[in-house]
């Protein structure tokens, strides 16, 4: 899945944008698990302008996995 503008996306709320970011979240480890199928992976790519939005972006899907950027090893989301 390709997200362009991903800083435009539900720009009014980021209580709704990290409501997003969870359901894609729980969409990529679903499909990745031997339950959810597991045949191939489900990306999501977010396509950022530059270095900076990447950051924030990667750092808000981070809070909304309930993971820290720190200690994400792995990261289904591409930014």
Known sequence: MVVENVRHLLSSSAEDRQILFQILWQAVERWASPLGGGVAPFTVLLLC???????????EVANASGRS????????FHS
């Not at 302008?49 to 750092?59: F, I, K, P, W």
């Open 49 to 59: 302008d530059n270095a900076e939005e990447a950051a924030a972006v990667r750092q």
């Open 69 to 76: 950027r720190e200690g994400a090893t792995t990261h289904p």
